[in-house]
């Protein structure tokens, strides 16, 4: 009994590390929200040039970075209507049985500091330190229908304070980076439809 | 024999300094250097799509001053070019020092890779400006002046 309070007190001193994230302010809020069409088509997405870098060095390669990138854009996009399902393949490797294909490409940079990084570690995080996640993504939309090529871009970064306090917090810590993934995801969509693409939403027949 | 191991391991040490020193000073190298020869097409107005997550007002600008026109569609010409700079090593008034990389792609492959270390900011040699200058040498046809005649 003992042993098993120690061993989940342990896990979640370990796992419960306190965050708050705050969305930042480069993207402003949309005139018109687009509305979600009556066929949703489904999407096959991948990583393609993308590159991710994390000062103080990253612990998950550039693919996988992308990879979450898309998993929220998407999650955005089907919890709004905007697809009915999507579907990760290795890059280059659609397959032509989705309505449309999504590559993702561009850049994030974890802005921090070191020094605060490592006296907030030795402090077992009394000491807060920030990491500023700032994107420059791009995302490549192509028909697979008619081979039409569409493209969009978007700038938006999120801020992460961490500070052994800010455990109680939790509830709320993943709040500005919801915002900042469905800001560019929105945005992302509304300069895909302004350029013609999910017009016909469902395009294969 | 004694004196001539004693004078190989100075020459050793000289030449790792060398080495050293040299990598210092000169701070800038451009790969790939190896690999599958990549033809590089150059053109009489290059343009570039630029990505970079950090200092893209000032990357950009440098772009446009070497002579680039920065497209905002990454669909509107085959060069991508995606800029890091990394963390602030040093600072002067006039700027910080950044390790800084330019890497062209085109058509989703690596052709032109250079990395260089140096001053940003309003700094004079800026690391930004050269490495722009460099990137447009390599992909702009030399301009022809209208009285040259050789």
């Known amino acids: ?205 | 024999m004694v004196e001539s191991a004693s004078m190989a391991r100075s020459l050793f040490l000289l030449s790792l300094l060398v080495a050293a020193g040299s990598f210092v000073l000169e701070g800038c190298r451009s790969t790939p250097e190896s690999g599958p020869e990549i033809a590089i097409v150059k053109v009489k107005n290059p343009t570039v799509f630029l990505v970079s997550a950090k200092e893209k007002d000032a990357v950009r600008a440098s772009l446009e001053r070497a002579g680039f026109k920065v497209e905002s569609d990454h669909l509107a010409t085959p060069h991508f070019l995606r800029v890091t700079v990394g963390l602030s090593q040093d600072f002067r008034p006039c700027g910080p020092k950044h390790n800084v990389r330019y890497e062209l792609a085109i058509g989703g492959q690596l052709v032109i890779d250079l990395r260089c270390i140096g001053y940003t900011g309003s700094c004079v040699p800026n690391v930004l400006d050269a490495l722009s200058e460099d990137l447009y040498e390599r992909l702009a046809l030399p301009a022809v002046s209208k009285g040259d005649g050789s």
Request: one cysteine or more; hydrophobic letters at 40%.
């Open chain 1, 1 to 205: 009994m003992k042993k098993g309070a120690l061993t989940l007190s342990l896990w979640l001193v370990l796992n419960a590390t306190g965050c708050v994230t705050v969305a930042g302010k480069q993207l402003p809020p949309l005139e018109a929200v687009a509305t979600a069409p009556t066929d949703a088509p489904s999407i096959q997405e991948t990583v393609g040039n993308f590159s991710f870098h994390l000062d103080g060095g990253k612990m998950i390669t550039s693919n996988k970075a992308g990879r979450i990138i898309n998993e929220e854009i998407l999650k955005v996009w089907k919890k709004k209507g905007y697809i009915e399902s999507s579907q990760y393949v290795k890059s280059s490797e659609f397959t032509g049985q989705a309505d449309y294909n999504v590559t993702l490409s561009g850049s994030l940079y974890g802005e921090s500091s070191i020094v605060m990084q490592i006296l907030s570690g030795l402090t077992l995080l009394v000491i807060p330190h920030s990491i500023e996640q700032k994107f420059d993504i791009q995302y490549t939309l192509e028909n697979v229908r008619t081979k039409e090529k569409y493209g969009a871009s978007v700038e938006e970064s999120y801020t992460q304070w961490s500070e052994f306090f800010l455990i109680f917090a939790l509830p709320w810590s993943g709040k500005g980076s919801s915002a900042a993934y469905e800001a560019m995801a929105d945005h992302i969509y509304s300069q895909l439809r302004s350029k013609g693409a999910f017009e016909n939403s469902r395009t294969m027949q």
